[in-house]
């Protein structure tokens, strides 16, 4: 599988540990799936089965194990160490053909084996926010002119005149967050005579988010 795999300090340092033959070869990503859950129940007072006391996700730890081939191992290495720090701030961005993400968290340690044969290491990252991220913004316009601008133009032969937007009489528009709970930032744009703006929120069992909107 095809990736792309990036870490970035506090200042904003990068490096790439993206498989390649004379740089980083990253053989192994372990974490990145969903994290195990912690669940704690208490069994019933003479009767079959428990019930649960409650649920939770403490952490992601992200470990990623490497081999360092190739010239420059030592300059490589000492980048490593730039950008990688125990206990300090780290950011991941971790790209697929089907996902663009990142995640903050922590250095835990980044251990490399450099008195070896071939110089392999792990490095071993904690998040708090047990979350990914979409690197790239999801963005979603609403409008009362539906776009309808088809061809041909009108022509001698052809009269009939074309369509640029037909006028929404809907003041209302709903919009769903079907994803995890980790909720989501609106930011509304509207023309001058659109005023006061008013939500409405419902949930639907924690994950469904709806809010409604409507424009004065």
């Avoid at 904690?126 to 979409?134: E, G, H």
């Avoid at 994803?179 to 001058?192: H, N, P, R």
Wanted: hydrophobic share 40%; glycine share 6%.
């Amino acid at each position: 599988m095809l990736f792309s795999l990036i870490l970035e300090n506090e200042a904003g340092d990068q490096i790439d540990i993206t498989a390649t033959e004379n740089q980083y070869m990253t053989s192994r990503v372990e974490g990145l799936i969903p994290p195990t859950g912690t669940i704690s129940s208490s069994s019933y007072a003479g009767m079959d089965g428990s019930y649960l006391n409650n649920a939770f996700i403490e952490k992601r730890n992200v470990i990623i194990s490497f081999k360092m081939r190739g010239v420059g191992v030592e300059a490589r290495r000492h980048q490593l160490y730039k950008v990688v720090k125990s206990s300090r701030y780290i950011k991941i961005y971790y790209a697929t053909a089907g996902i663009d993400v990142f995640a903050e968290g922590y250095m835990e340690s980044c251990e490399v084996q450099n008195f070896e044969m071939l110089t392999i290491g792990q490095i071993s990252i904690l998040y708090p926010d047990i979350y990914w991220y979409s690197t790239p913004s999801v963005m979603a316009n609403y409008s009362q002119i539906t776009r309808a601008f088809t061809f041909p133009f009108p022509t001698g032969s052809n009269p009939e005149a074309f369509i640029l937007g037909k006028y929404n009489t809907q003041n209302m528009m709903s919009i769903v967050n079907d994803g995890d709970e980790i909720g989501f930032t609106l930011v509304i744009e509207a023309l001058e005579d659109a005023r006061s703006p008013t939500l409405y929120y419902r949930v639907f069992f924690f994950l469904w988010y709806n809010i409604f909107l409507f424009l004065n």
